[in-house]
């Protein structure tokens, strides 16, 4: 007999409800109403799990941080390649898109809960710091030729680039905030900052990757 799935808890759906609104409405258009009106509970039930939309965001912060440690960790014993930045470029936008309503409201989440700034500048510190290994693996490798200033102002652009890519997409598009959001542009994007640096193979790969998603 197949096992049976456990329930999701309450918790769980204000969360995950929370999440797809914030995404389709944007953060500072959707209340805790709107969410308990979504799920179907009355606000009570909603207060007594999550006493304010802050705590909500904070949870989903959470989360979106757990996703990233693995994300953010370079390789170990082993020389670093371009599909390794590439991989870790996919699977950085991917979280940013499910996440995407911290990015399209920044500014104003930021701004109004106090813990927020200091956790996400140590989340930006550390995806700097990847890159940073990364590049400084590819030097190493041969792929790659950069002084050390030049591959940290790379990491630092690299970061300009991703924080707000998002949203540059939908305004270039013109469309729906969160839609037609092409994650291979996006990395491709990246590595044409990096690419001036690249020698022989992992040039090429990326010149490649131009053609065919420009």
């Not at 102002?153 to 690299?158: G, H, T």
């Amino acid at each position: 007999m197949a096992e049976r799935k456990r329930p999701r808890r309450t918790r769980e759906r204000i969360l995950e409800t929370a999440l797809a609104l914030f995404n389709r409405l944007g953060e500072p258009n959707t209340t805790t109403a709107d969410i308990a009106d979504e799920m179907g509970i009355s606000p009570g039930n909603l207060y007594y799990h999550f006493r304010s939309k802050d705590e909500i965001i904070a949870e989903l912060f959470a989360a979106f941080e757990r996703r990233l440690d693995g994300v953010l960790a370079a390789p170990e014993q082993r020389a670093v390649s371009i599909e390794d930045l590439w991989l870790l470029l996919h699977l950085l936008f991917e979280a940013m898109l499910d996440h995407r309503f911290f990015f399209r409201d920044l500014d104003e989440i930021l701004s109004r809960n106090r813990a927020l700034p200091s956790r996400f500048a140590l989340l930006m510190r550390r995806s700097t710091r990847t890159v940073i290994e990364l590049c400084r693996g590819l030097v190493a490798a041969r792929a790659m030729h950069a002084s050390e200033r030049e591959i940290e102002a790379l990491a630092e652009n690299i970061g300009l680039v991703a924080t707000y890519w998002i949203s540059y997409q939908q305004l270039r598009a013109g469309g729906q905030w969160g839609s037609g959001v092409s994650l291979d542009r996006a990395a491709y994007q990246v590595l044409a900052l990096i690419s001036p640096f690249l020698r022989g193979d992992a040039r090429a790969l990326v010149e490649r990757l131009g053609s065919e998603y420009l």
